[in-house]
């Protein structure tokens, strides 16, 4: 047997493995991670030495994983460029434990597992996580040049020989424990090369079967990839997830290197932006499916792959939320989407208004939450208005400007059909359509970036266009009194609710009796808070308006009937005049309109009674 040297790497590092295990168990599926990257780094360096020098063993690359079910043994082996002892005493018993004194200080007492993965050099000691003794068999390419055994069973104290192995690269036997036997499973090992490993660039096998994809679309040159390729990748990458609407590929290479592919998934619901589906990769090993910290929230909207070489391998939140280059690559990210949806609004609006209702909300929500993204696609955001066309908001702003005042007017698309927006139609104004309780927040930010416009909800107040200013307010009587002072007083008489101020006022359709109004600040408010809390919106109703329209026959006719023989069938009238100006407000509780179904057809049975 040949000479063996056995050592131990440092006294202070042993309680080194205790912390790895009990802080970092729930994560132990990443020394499936950390050794097959390693051994995919030992093949691209054998690469790059095969430009400039011969070896024996081919260049047949490949990376195999089995395993021995009775001795518990799982084996991960390739044919890279192996190691002599030298350098054996240099990777593993040296570099792999620089600063690890530290990281045992450092971490002893530590609650924030992400952090500790990859700092101090652990990725191969992350094998002791699931093993009681790890051996290392390697060959260096170079010739003449023996094999070398390193064991170790505590992961500090080691022991060195030479052995007889022929063939050039590295195989590490792991001796799982008792609490690992998962990682004797073909089906389980495949997973996780899939998870971790799909993307390298060398063939991964377990138990003889190919098990990663090898090469990424991202990498591929932009020009030279089809569409139909982006759209398989996407359905690789997020299986059911239908079509994606477009797609943004990264491929940068100064200031920083990044490359990517970025897609606009279909959202159709304002909590599918919360839903984050960007993985992050570092030179083509996953590391997480969780970007948030590298890119502004609203991007996580979006579903794709970043692949960030200059970022280490296992990368910690205050980490990316430190670096100056995430800030880079974060700011260059955010041009890009914008860049392609100005991109798309100039040379197919067409299609960009066919995809608005998918990327509104994603659209809307950066506005909202990034300035230099508002910026970008602020001239791109569109609404549809009233008559059913889309149009930006400089565009109804040149169109519409000075007949409606200086006010833009909106509506939710709910009220398509509602009093307030036949009053509006009926003076030749249109209105902008809202959709979502997002645009609450929208309207507001966009008022204070264009101070000479003022939006105003076609039911917070009535537009000037629509009251007839030049009504007569009828003959004064023996009080001193108009007709419209006359209503006034009916109303207020009857209408008694707390809460509800009454106004009376000709408008110029006699088809509306009465409407309510609610403050603009008050509406607002209610819509920004209805995503939170319903009893909220309901209390916010209590205080309104009631605009009576004084040029209404059947308001004429109410206070006919009150001031004649029939006062309280005038008061009948008058309330129900009141109930469907709430109905069309959408201001009514569910008891309030069962109590105004019972109300509305007793007054109906009283009415044909007395015919």
Known sequence: MSEQEKGKISVETENIFPIIKKWLYSEKDIFIRELVSNACDAISKLKKVSLSEEFDGG??????????????????????????????????????????????KHYQNAENKAEIIGHFGLGFYSCFMVSNKVTIETKSYKKDEKGVLWESESGTDFIISSIDKEIRGTKISLFLDTDSGEYLDKWKLKDLVKKYCDFLPVPILVDGEKANREKPLWSEEPSKVKPEDYKDFYSYLFPFSGEPLFHIHLNVDFPFRLQGILYFPKITHELDAAKNG?????????????????????????KGTIDIPDLPLNVSRSYLQNDPLVKKISNHIIKKVADRLADDFKKNREEFQKNWNDISIFVKYGMLTDEKFFDAVKDVLIFKNSEGLFCTLNEYWEKNKEKNGNKVYYANETEMGSVYMDLLKSQGLEALLVDSRIDSHLIQHLETKNVEMRFQRVDAELADQVVDKDANPGVVDSDNKTETDRILDFFKSTITKEGVEIKAESLKSADVPAVVLMPEFMRRMSEMNSMFNREDTKNLFRNHTLLVNTASPLVKSALQEFNGANKEKGEKIAQVIYDLALLSAKAMSEQEISEYTKRTSQFLADILSKN
């Open 59 to 104: 260049t047949d690359y490949k990376i195999e994983l089995s395993f021995d079910k009775d001795k518990r043994v799982l084996i991960i082996e390739d044919n890279g460029i192996g190691m002599t002892t030298d350098e054996v005493k240099k990777y593993i018993n040296q570099i792999a434990f620089s600063g690890a004194t530290d990281f045992a």
């Open 278 to 302: 960007i993985k992050l990769f570092c030179n083509h090993v996953f590391v997480s499916d969780n970007a948030s910290e590298l890119i502004p929230q609203f991007l996580t909207t979006l």
